[in-house]
């Protein structure tokens, strides 16, 4: 497992995680950029990436990273932005697998995820987690019906119950 972004972040850290508790091991960078990302794909063989779109992007549009670099890769996850189609089908082109994306937040956890096993949508996120409850509501709070944008509102049992002496932000 290779998380190619933070550990501070919800697929860095929960994936990095997963891995671990499945006995699998993670390459932990000491940067995000090419310069410490390509020599650790091809030196390590990870089966497994974690990136945010845009890094991920630069870094099969803008380096040197070709098919081999990328041919122990059986899954990539990514999340924290939406996955473009000029992405997903430039992503295939070099792996012959796509991207699946995710939505999460340290503050609520994984919310949604496409399943490694199952049809991954290009622009969705998946279905919600277990024990997820998501809405697209109105800035007063009603649940709007479907089709209509809003906000959205995510319950859980585990999300966060406030952000530490501050108050403000909790709210």
Not at 27 to 53: G, N, Q
Not at 76 to 83: A, I, M, T, W
Not at 94 to 113: F, K, W
């Amino acid at each position: 497992m290779l998380p190619g972004s933070s550990c501070s972040h919800i697929g860095g850290f929960a994936f990095s995680f997963a891995a671990l508790s499945a006995g699998a091991r993670v390459i932990i960078a000491r940067a995000f950029d090419h310069e410490e990302l390509v020599p650790l794909l091809r030196a390590t063989r990870p089966t497994v990436l974690s990136m945010l779109p845009t890094s991920l992007l630069r870094l099969i549009r803008e380096h040197d990273v070709s098919k081999n670099d990328l041919s122990s890769l059986r899954l990539c996850r990514s999340g924290g932005d939406k996955v473009s189609a000029e992405l997903e089908k430039e992503f295939i082109a070099l792996t012959g697998h796509p991207v699946n994306e995710g939505y999460g937040m340290s503050e609520i956890g994984l919310a949604a995820l496409n399943p490694p096993s199952g049809v991954v949508k290009l622009g969705s996120v998946g279905s919600s987690s277990p024990g997820f409850i998501v809405s697209i509501r109105h800035e007063e709070g009603h649940e709007l019906p479907r089709g209509q944008q809003g906000r959205l509102w995510v319950k859980n049992p585990t999300r966060t119950c406030g952000y530490w002496n501050n108050p403000q932000a909790s709210a």
